[in-house]
Structures are given as structure tokens and as C-alpha cells.
């Protein structure tokens, strides 16, 4: 019998420590189900300017590192960090996708997994309770962990559809 259980991560406030294992948990899930798609599934897109797995999984690292470092811990954001990412050429809300580096689904996992320490790392010692505000409202730190792992568990989910599509794309 399998048991499940998400473990609060160490080293931070234990409410925080228990959405970053949500936040693994979705990734693991999500990597799970996608399996091992080959580099051209990767950065296949259904239609021009479209989003491709790769697009995804760079778009998934871009915001957690917004929202952790530079949004919650107030950093600076790195130019080289903006560039390996493809920052300034997605265009989430206009539908504009960039076509990502041809690489095995390994070197996304393992940028992934890198940039999701550094992330975490950035919310060592916050309080999940301390507001923050925006122009239009105000919003707690918890609240910023919560919306970064439902935005996991939502490109995940696409992520695997795409390899789907791929797939199915291949037998027709």
C-alpha cells in the first residue's frame, strides 16, 4: 500500500513549510503523469505562437521566481535570469508563446528544481500572516504561496495535455 503525506519543508514558518510541500507535491504529480516526453514533444506547439511544454515549464520557473523573490522578498531580478527564462517574450494574456530551447525534458526538471530552491530560500523567515499590497488590494504572503501552487497544478495539467495532443498527433 502506497502512503501519501506532504511534510511540512523544513527551515521555514511551518504553515509556509506545508505549502511548499503542496507546491513539490503538484510538481511531482504533474512530472509524474507527463513522463519522459522526447525533445520534440517539448517544444511542440499545437499552432503558431502557442504554448509548448518547455514554454510552460520556463513560465512556471519565471513566476514562482517573481512572486517568491522578487515579489514576497523584494530582490532585484536578474537580467540573465530574464533571459534564460524567455521573460519579455511570453505573453501569457495575448496568447503569444516563444519557442523553447531544444532540450531534454531532464534540463527543464533540473532548472526547475534550481530555481525552486533559490525561490524558497528567498521565504526563509517571512511570516505567511504579513500583508502586502498591491494597487487594487492587499495580500498576504500565505495567500502568494497558495496562487503559485495552483498556478503549478494548472500549467502542470496543461503541460501533460500537450504531450497528449503530441502523442496523439504522432498516431494520426
Known amino acids: 500500500m502506497k502512503i501519501y503525506d506532504v511534510v511540512p519543508r523544513a527551515g521555514l ?6 505549502l511548499i510541500a503542496a507546491l513539490d507535491d503538484s510538481t511531482r504529480e504533474w512530472r509524474s503523469n507527463l513522463e ?4 520534440e514533444a517539448i517544444v511542440y506547439q499545437p499552432w503558431p505562437d502557442a504554448y509548448s511544454i518547455g514554454a510552460l515549464i520556463l513560465h512556471m520557473i519565471d513566476c514562482e521566481l517573481h512572486w517568491f523573490e522578487g515579489f514576497v522578498a523584494k530582490k532585484r531580478r536578474k537580467k ?3 533571459v534564460l527564462l524567455l521573460s519579455d517574450e511570453v505573453h501569457q494574456y495575448g496568447g503569444r508563446w516563444p519557442t523553447p530551447p531544444a532540450e531534454p525534458i531532464e534540463w527543464y ?3 526547475q528544481d534550481r530555481y525552486r530552491a533559490r525561490s524558497v530560500a528567498a521565504l526563509v ?3 505567511p500572516a504579513r500583508m502586502i499590497e498591491r494597487k487594487n488590494c492587499s495580500v498576504s504572503v500565505r495567500w502568494v504561496l497558495a496562487h503559485v501552487v495552483e498556478h ?3 500549467h502542470g495539467g496543461q503541460a501533460v495535455l500537450l504531450h497528449e495532443m503530441w502523442k496523439a498527433r504522432r498516431r494520426a
Request: hydrophobic residues 30%; without cysteine; negative net charge.
Open 152 to 154: 503549478d497544478s494548472y
Open 125 to 127: 523567515g517571512e511570516d
Open 109 to 111: 526538471f533540473d532548472l
Open 13 to 18: 514558518d511551518p504553515e509556509l513549510g506545508l
Open 36 to 39: 519522459l516526453p522526447p525533445v
Open 80 to 82: 540573465a535570469d530574464s
